[in-house]
T-cell receptor, first 116, second 111 residues
Framework: DTGVSQNPRHKITKRGQNVTFRCDPI?????LYWYRQTLGQGPEFLTY????????KSRLLSDRFSAERPKGSFSTLEIQRTEQGDSAMYLC??????????????FGEGSRLTVL | GQQVMQIPQYQHVQEGEDFTTYCNSS?????IQWYKQRPGGHPVFLIQ?????EVKKQKRLTFQFGEAKKNSSLHITATQTTDVGTYFC???????????FGAGTQVVVTP
């Protein structure tokens, strides 16, 4: 296994269009996160899954954002009716969580979205 | 809600010098993690601290978790150009262990 894979790596779209990003986590990892990062900022939490269950969605996210993780494997993040403010790097991370300690996050290389 | 703050936001260091970056949480943390992000790269895990007062070393990097488990520090000795990047701390925000990241300390090293 080569790590967390994200695609596409880059996406340029026009305002109002829909975009979808895919994340393939490390196979044995049960936890999957989506973060968003803009220049000069730390990763901002969007949502996360424990297996196929979506545990939480950030209150900062509008209804235009939706994420799925069918069968607890890969995940998709869809943004509908994109706005220029959605331009950012979308990072996916996975981890192996136990009851005792938070697992380290393994990040993918990210999907950079530019909305024109 | 919980806030994770890092200072300084920016650190300009001469090669060979030491420096320290700090991470402060508004609430007590069960553990804290540190990540490094190279320019143009993605965050990479460095270390996790769990115990109150814990100190861990990785070569020239020394990580410390405060006694109250509300703050942490990263000290780098004899800075090298390979240390360039942004260093983030992250702490669990809820009982499920959702990680919240600080804004990071961007480190620039001049030869």
């Amino acid at each position: 296994d080569t790590g967390v894979s994200q695609n596409p790596r880059h996406k340029i779209t026009k305002r109002g269009q829909n975009v979808t990003f895919r994340c393939d986590p490390i196979s044995e990892h049960n936890r999957l996160y989506w973060y968003r990062q803009t220049l000069g900022q730390g990763p901002e939490f969007l949502t996360y899954f424990q297996n196929e269950a979506q545990l939480e969605k950030s209150r900062l996210l509008s209804d235009r954002f939706s994420a799925e993780r069918p069968k607890g494997s890969f995940s998709t993040l869809e943004i509908q009716r994109t706005e220029q403010g959605d331009s950012a790097m979308y990072l996916c991370a996975s981890s192996l969580e136990s009851l005792a300690v938070t697992g380290e996050l393994f990040f993918g290389e990210g999907s950079r979205l530019t909305v024109l | 809600g919980q806030q994770v703050m890092q200072i300084p936001q920016y650190q300009h260091v001469q090669e060979g010098e030491d420096f320290t970056t700090y991470c402060n949480s508004s609430t007590t943390l069960s553990n804290i993690q540190w990540y490094k992000q190279r320019p143009g790269g993605h965050p990479v895990f460095l270390i996790q601290l769990v115990k109150s007062g814990e100190v861990k070393k990785q070569k020239r990097l020394t990580f410390q978790f405060g006694e109250a488990k509300k703050n942490s520090s990263l000290h780098i000795t004899a800075t090298q150009t390979t240390d360039v990047g942004t260093y983030f701390c992250a702490g669990p925000q809820d009982s499920w262990g959702k990680l919240q990241f600080g804004a990071g300390t961007q480190v620039v090293v001049t030869p």
